[in-house]
């Protein structure tokens, strides 16, 4: 089993920072693409920002500039550091990581449970 436990949401005012983390642990063989999705009320799932394993990075148009995601390979950790937060970045984010087990299986896609970040005006 392959378990993604997040921690890091909370309420900020606009202007404000915050830090989600998301730790991946179980029977782990090889940890690739990590990252972050969102989900407002009544929107649409997006991806927020994405890092492979050697760092390379990518994020949505509207981030770039203040979100800078981050990943400790060691310990299999993706972070999410959140700058300038506005109103709209208000919505449950969640971590995904793609692990390969140590029984061999396949490549597979793991969630965290979900960070309610809400922003206020």
């Known amino acids: 089993q392959v378990q993604l436990v997040e921690s890091g949401g909370g309420l900020v005012q606009a202007g404000g920072s915050l830090r989600l983390s998301c730790a991946a642990s179980?029977?782990?063989?090889?940890?690739?693409?990590m990252g972050w999705y969102r989900q407002a009320p009544g929107k649409q799932r997006e991806l927020v920002a994405s890092?492979?394993?050697?760092?390379?990075?990518n994020y949505l148009d509207s981030v770039k500039g203040r979100f800078t995601i981050s990943r400790d390979n060691a310990k299999n950790t993706v972070y999410l550091q959140m700058n300038s937060l506005e109103p709209e970045d208000t919505a449950v984010y969640y971590c995904?990581?793609?692990?390969?087990?140590?029984?061999?299986?396949?490549?597979?896609?793991?969630w965290g449970q979900g960070s309610q970040v809400t922003v206020s005006s």
């Open positions: 995904y990581a793609n692990c390969q087990r140590k029984d061999s299986g396949p490549w597979s896609t793991y």
């Open positions: 179980g029977s782990i063989f090889s940890v690739g693409a």
């Open positions: 890092i492979i394993s050697g760092g390379s990075t």
